[in-house]
């Protein structure tokens, strides 16, 4: 298995209409990139508790973040972007207010699939974990077209 090699400072990543819609920053700090997403009423579920797809939303958000300027190591190239083929989530615990924070961790990155594992805490990046993942993506040595 070959070794991952560190991401891009965050600085050089730029802000999607959906990340200003659900209002998650990303942060570069010690433990590396991380989405910080402080609970807000309009993200509960009717139980009162973060919705499980704003805790996919992030999870996801990370995995692809992470992998953005990274090299694959079989060819030296820079990964520009991708695009996720699946998502595997656990959910472990209910939260309904402070912030959350999203971490993720390339396990492999191939010629063309990445893994990652993802995880959700509360109130720090060493908190308590409200969700985990497993995510697989898609990856491109060249930028995605917007649709036009």
Do not use: E, W
């Not at 939303?57 to 820079?78: E, F, H, K, N």
């Amino acid at each position: 298995m070959s070794s991952v090699p560190p991401a891009p400072p965050a600085s050089t990543r730029r802000q999607s209409p959906f990340q200003t819609l659900v209002g998650y920053q990303i942060v570069q700090d010690d433990a590396g990139l991380v989405l910080t997403l402080p609970i807000r009423d309009d993200l509960l579920n009717v139980q009162g508790v973060i919705h499980g797809g704003v805790a996919l939303t992030l999870l996801d958000a990370v995995g692809g973040r992470a992998l953005m300027g990274r090299t694959i190591p079989s060819t030296g190239q820079t990964i520009r972007s991708s695009v996720t083929v699946t998502l595997t989530t656990d959910f472990i615990g209910a939260v309904s207010s402070g912030v959350l924070y999203a971490c993720a961790t390339p396990d492999h990155i191939g010629k063309t699939l990445a893994y990652v594992s993802l995880r959700l805490t509360h109130g720090a990046v060493d908190g308590p974990v409200i969700a985990r993942g497993l995510a697989t993506y898609r990856i491109y040595t060249k930028p995605l077209d917007p649709p036009g």
